[in-house]
């Protein structure tokens, strides 16, 4: 069965412009999150979802970032207009959630974002 | 709120040493332990696990770790290090069921020496 599928695995950017990251859960898991991973600040959750829904978006750190998840299987985390700072690695990962949860999270291999 | 506190930034032993990365955490309820590991270039997976029942779990690898409520502690180790133990490991906690409420902590990255 397929993990957690991320692209782009790199992308360079210059200031200012528009990223998309994006992820496909794996089929079935019904709460997906996107993390961010720096040196500085270690993992942080960004937003998650449960059934296509976000649940918690308290760990976007600006109005600059914005996710979707349309449907079960695809997701999109946003970065516009991008800055130097954003500059990190960002995972995805899902579960199925809740009452169901195994305590595992299955995680992606990350979208490494440099902004220059 | 939980927290989760991994003491070392980075360990270093030599091949077919033991392993011990510390771990403590603070949690006003009951918790749920976890430790992951992050190879070079790739996501986090799931080392082992302590939910409830036996306070000592075994996991992938050869690792092992001790749940101690005494101590708030959840300790990881492995008797004999190989090379390819090298990597970043996360310890995490839980308050309760639900992965939306998981906090990693910093990370300690093993180096292990030939």
């Known amino acids: 069965d397929a993990g957690v599928i991320q692209s782009p695995r790199h992308e360079v950017t210059e200031m200012g412009q528009e990223v998309t990251l994006r992820c496909k859960p794996i089929?079935?898991?019904?709460?997906l999150f996107w993390y961010r991973q720096t040196m500085m600040r270690g993992l942080e959750l960004l937003i998650y979802?449960?059934?296509?829904?976000?649940?918690?978006d308290s760990g976007m750190p600006e109005d600059r970032f914005s996710a979707k998840m349309p449907n079960a299987s695809f997701s999109t985390l946003k970065i516009q207009p991008s800055e130097p700072r954003d500059s990190a690695v960002y995972f995805c990962?899902?579960?199925?959630?809740?009452?169901?949860?195994?305590?595992?999270?299955?995680f992606g291999e990350g979208s490494r974002l440099t902004v220059l | 709120a939980q927290s989760v506190t991994q003491l070392g930034s980075h360990v270093s032993v030599s091949e077919g040493a033991l392993v011990l990365l510390r771990c403590n955490y603070s949690?006003?309820?009951?918790?749920?332990l976890f430790w992951y590991v992050q190879y070079p270039n790739q996501g986090l997976q799931l080392l082992l696990k302590?939910?409830?029942?036996?306070?000592l779990v075994k996991g992938i690898n050869g690792f092992e770790a001790e749940f101690k409520k005494s101590e708030t502690s959840f300790h990881l180790t492995k008797p004999s290090a190989h090379m390819s133990d090298a990597a970043e490991y996360f310890c995490?906690?839980?308050?309760?069921?639900?992965?939306?409420?998981?906090?990693f902590g910093t990370g300690t990255r093993l180096t292990v020496i030939p």
């Open positions: 990962a899902s579960t199925l959630g809740a009452s169901r949860w195994s305590g595992e999270l299955f």
């Open positions: 089929s079935g898991h019904n709460s």
């Open positions: 979802f449960n059934n296509n829904v976000p649940i918690d």
């Open positions: 949690s006003s309820v009951p918790p749920y």
């Open positions: 302590y939910t409830t029942g036996a306070t």
């Open positions: 995490a906690v839980s308050e309760g069921i639900g992965a939306n409420n998981l906090f």
